[in-house]
């Protein structure tokens, strides 16, 4: 074993506090929308929208991505679970073979993505009454931010793994929960690229006059988010077994990518919005 490579041991998941382990995926997930509340609040007040609309924001957007993650990875990755295990996707349990609480895991970020989209239409269409292009421009640049957290999280959880290491790898990281192979840290690979997902996001809409051409913004965050995602996914092992090469060379993941880019260009240097 390499001398710099680091050991993730399953026994460092989580915080135990009076005998229950708050895992720091879970934490990973608050942060992510804890500091997106004080974004947003800070982008409303810049926008002179009231804090009453903020707190109905926060409510729509959990729900939305929350909701659209877990579906997303049933439907994506185990589709399973609605025949074997239905009550297993919306609760923090597995019934199938034994009961065992098993937190909410399994989230997928295309979900996610589909979720934040439909829940803000319907924050825009009951509470905010402007364009659903306006808030989605807008709440991009805190989801930017919360999906660092969250793949922080996922290396946490020993989820979506990279795949074995060729030669000696300083960074290399052994997932004692999966086995003792050396192995790329995709998840961190996928958090850093966030990490200028978010600086670039956040720079258009403070400094430049880009918040004001409808739709840039979004577009921007769909194509720079999941080409991050299309890289980084060369790194990592297949979500589902068989599905390393699922359309043509394309994992699950880079295949489901490809279609939210092309969304994000037509968003960017196509959409025209309609006159009022």
Request: aromatic content about 18%; hydrophobic content about 50%.
């Amino acid at each position: 074993m390499h001398a710099l490579q680091i050991v993730w041991d399953p026994a460092k998941e989580g915080l135990n506090i009076f005998g229950f382990t708050i895992h720091y995926y879970s934490m990973m997930w608050m942060a992510a929308f804890i500091l997106g509340w004080y974004i947003m609040k800070k982008i409303y007040k810049h926008e002179n929208e009231t804090e009453e609309k903020l707190d109905s924001l926060f409510i729509y957007s959990v729900l939305g991505i929350m909701i659209g993650a877990r579906v997303g990875h049933v439907v994506f990755y185990q589709a399973e679970l609605i025949t074997q295990d239905p009550l297993s996707i919306f609760l923090p349990f597995k019934f199938a073979g034994g009961f065992e609480f098993t937190g909410f895991r399994g989230l997928a970020s295309h979900g996610a993505a589909i979720g934040m989209i439909i829940s803000m239409y319907l924050y825009n269409k009951k509470v905010l009454k402007k364009s659903v292009i306006w808030i989605l421009d807008r709440v991009v640049v805190p989801v930017a931010l919360g999906a660092i957290f969250v793949r922080i999280g996922n290396f946490f959880n020993s989820e979506m793994i990279g795949k074995p290491v060729e030669g000696s790898l300083p960074w290399s990281v052994v997932f004692k929960k999966m086995d003792n192979v050396a192995r790329h840290p995709g998840q961190l690979y996928e958090a850093f690229g966030y990490v200028f997902v978010f600086i670039i996001l956040w720079l258009l809409y403070w400094k430049t006059n880009k918040r004001k051409q409808s739709g840039f913004l979004f577009g921007l965050f769909l194509v720079l988010l999941m080409t991050v995602r299309l890289f980084v996914e060369n790194f990592k092992i297949e979500q589902v077994t068989g599905r390393e090469d699922w359309i043509g060379t394309l994992n699950t993941g880079q295949a489901l990518s490809i279609p939210f880019v092309l969304i994000g260009v037509y968003f960017m240097f196509f959409y025209k919005p309609k006159s009022a």
